[in-house]
Nanobody, 115 residues
Framework: QVQLVESGGGLVQPGGSLRLSCTAS????????MGWYRQAPGKQRDLVAR???????VYVDSVKGRFTISSNIAQNTVYLQMNSLKPEDTAVYYC?????????WGQGTEVTVSS
């Protein structure tokens, strides 16, 4: 069973940047791709960015142009570079397979954007 560990979250001011990392205990690219999801307080968990095995990236409109997803297949790691952060980006961020999450969810990493 693949285990996912997210890291890199924290408190940042509006306009700031963070880089999230997700490391998997097993091979994650036996599936179609990976993605970053987020869950804001009181809201459902949503997919915000994904990357396919071929390196094709897809973003939701709210993060397009600000977030960049990348991966290191050899290290079973997925990254999310987040720039120009806004208060509405505040959430717990998780990684999982995408577009459908099939692995057990990790603990996530909390991102708080506030002045």
């Amino acid at each position: 069973q693949v285990q996912l560990v997210e890291s890199g979250g924290g408190l940042v001011q509006p306009g700031g940047s963070l880089r999230l990392s997700c490391t998997a205990s097993g091979s994650i690219f036996s599936i179609n791709g990976m993605g970053w999801y987020r869950q804001a307080p009181g809201k459902q968990r949503d997919l915000v960015a994904r990357i396919t095995r071929d390196g094709i990236t897809v973003y939701v409109d709210s993060v397009k142009g600000r977030f960049t997803i990348s991966s290191n297949i050899a290290q079973n790691t997925v990254y999310l570079q987040m720039n120009s952060l806004k208060p509405e980006d505040t959430a717990v961020y998780y990684c999982n397979s995408a577009p459908r999450a099939v692995f057990r969810w990790g603990q996530g990493t909390e991102v708080t954007v506030s002045s």
